[in-house]
Structures are given as C-alpha cells and as structure tokens.
C-alpha cells in the first residue's frame, strides 16, 4: 500500500528554519542597535535614522507573525488576514483622498463588496478574482455615478475609488493568491513563495532607503526626499542577489529566481515612490495628523503593492498549471 505523501510546513523544513532563525537574530539585533543608538544621541538627525530603523524592523517583526500564521491557520485563514491588512489600507486611502459626501456611501459600499468578492473567489480558487476589479469595477463604478446624475469631476471621482481598488485591493491580493497555484513538481511548498516575496521586496525596499543616504542624484525629491538613483539602482541590485542566494525554496533555477527578484526589488522601489506621490499630492502632514500614527499600513504595505501582481503573474504564466 502506498504511503500518502505528507506536506510538511516550511517552518519546519530545516533550511527555511535556519533562514526564519537567522532573520529574526538580525532583527533582534537590529532594534535593539535602533535603541542603544537613540538613547545615547542627541542630534536630531540621528535620532530620525534611528527611528527609521526602529519602525522598518517592527515591520518585518509584522511581517514574521504574518507568515507564521499564514503557515499554522492554513490558506483560508491568510485570506481573512490579508482581509484585514486590506480593509484597513482603504481606510487610510479613504481618508487620504477627496470624496464629495454624495460618494462617500458609494466608497462605502464599493470598496467593501469588491474587497469581499475578491477574497471569496480567492478563497475557493476561482480564476475570476484576477479580472473582477480590472474588468467589471471599472465598470460599475463610473455606471453607478453617471445613474446619480451628478456629473461634476466625474472622471477625477471614478479614478480616484478605482485606482483605490486596484492598489489596496487588487494589488495585496496577489500576495495571497501564490498560495493557490499549482505548480508541477513543487508540491504544497507555495509558502515559500510568498516568504521569497517578502524576504526579497521589504529586504530590498529597506536596503534601497539606506543606500539612498549615500547618494545626492534624487529621483523626484518633491515627492521623496530620502530616494536616490543610487539606491534605487542599488536596491534592486541587492534584491536580485538576495533572489538568487534564496533559489533553493523556489522552483526556479537561480538564474531565473535572480530575474524574479530583480523584478521584485524594481516593483517594490516603485510602488514606494508611487504611494510618497500620492501623500505628496494630499499634503503628507495634514494626512499623518489625520491618521495619527506617521508610518501607516499604506506604508507597510507599499513594497507589495506594485511586486506582488508581477510576481504573482509571471509565476502563473511560466511555472503554474491552469487554475
């Protein structure tokens, strides 16, 4: 009688626990560096590096637990995390952005049927989750304002709760749905995926914001004062090594996990800069007052949000079967 293959989690798996070991060590270290370093400095220079450090580590810290429940709940219980993660990105994107109050219900109503669906469809593996917000959102949404009679800023307020979904909805989503590929001859590893994601997006987002203080060609300084091309180009130099030292948990060759990664690490770098255009455009101290707390979920989540559909994409037209 032949013996059932059984999956075994990947925090289990030997190399991936010596990885898991060997990130929290550095993490570890790294905060508690932040805070020996801030409390024995007085320039105010230092102490909002320090402070930089401190709150990108307890990002990954998040991070860690995410991926760690994501393991032990199962495929369907990341779904409802990353249901939350999500909710609360368009809370913050609500606030950020301008909406007429004759929207706001709409917004309301909008935002939580569509975010609902999209992860119900993931939740039973259904394809549709990767065309119904590209498709039939932006459909419905400049229907439902044009049914309103209110015409006033029309393309501005379709655009505006449309591009909240694609971002905060469509985006993060592709973050999960690596869970549901089937891969040939991967077997039920694809949570390795997604820690290859992560690991390689915030990894190369962090080095990027650090390399960045040692070069002076500004990208769009109006925009992001602390983004350089030489951390932008060292960022994602950094990701694509980070890829190819991780091709062992993936089912790409290193060549091809090198390539993934530098995708990743250029897509991270952007959604970034893209997220520090909009705050820009909202004015960035009127929203932190607002919010109240200066780095928010839309800043957690920012690598992942141009990263994730890429990656999720090629994986699925190289690599996958048909859903």
């Not at 590893?189 to 080095?207: H, P, Q, R, S």
Request: net charge neutral; proline share 4%.
């Amino acid at each position: 009688m032949q013996i059932p293959e059984v999956h075994i989690p990947a925090l289990f798996d030997l190399p991936v626990s010596w990885l898991g070991l060997g990130v929290l060590g550095f993490l570890t270290v790294a905060i508690i560096a932040g805070l020996i370093f801030r409390a024995s400095s007085t320039n105010p220079k230092y102490l909002d590096a320090c402070d930089l450090v401190i709150q990108s580590v307890v990002t990954w810290w998040l991070i860690c637990a995410l991926f760690c429940l994501t393991i032990f709940a199962g495929i369907h219980t990341s779904m409802i995390i990353f249901t939350l993660i999500t909710f609360i990105a368009l809370r913050e994107y609500v606030i950020l952005i301008p909406t007429p109050r004759a929207d706001r219900r709409m917004c309301f109503w909008t935002f939580f049927l569509f975010t609902i669906l999209q992860y119900f469809l993931l939740y039973i593996k259904w394809q549709g989750f990767m065309i119904v917000i590209p498709v039939y959102a932006f459909l419905v949404i400049p229907a439902v304002i044009a049914f309103s009679g209110d015409a006033e800023d029309f393309l501005d307020r379709a655009s505006r709760i449309q591009w909240g979904l694609m971002i905060c909805v469509y985006c993060l989503s592709s973050a999960p749905a690596l869970l549901i590929l089937n891969i040939p001859g991967y077997g039920d590893n694809n949570e390795k995926l997604l820690l290859f994601l992560l690991i390689v997006a915030l990894l190369g987002d962090l080095l990027q914001d650090r390399l960045s203080k040692l070069g002076d060609h500004y990208i769009a300084k109006h925009m992001n004062k602390d983004m350089t091309w030489e951390g932008f180009m060292g960022g994602a130099a950094c990701s694509a090594v980070i890829g190819a030292a991780l091709w062992w948990m993936t089912p790409f060759s290193i060549s091809a996990a090198m390539g993934m990664a530098l995708a990743i690490g250029l897509m991270a770098i952007t959604g970034r800069l893209v997220i520090s255009a909009i705050k820009r455009d909202r004015d960035i101290a009127e929203y932190e007052e607002i919010i109240q707390v200066p780095n928010n979920m839309l800043d957690r989540v920012a690598p992942l949000m141009f990263a994730a559909p890429v990656f999720f994409h090629i994986v699925r037209f190289f690599y996958a079967t048909k859903l």
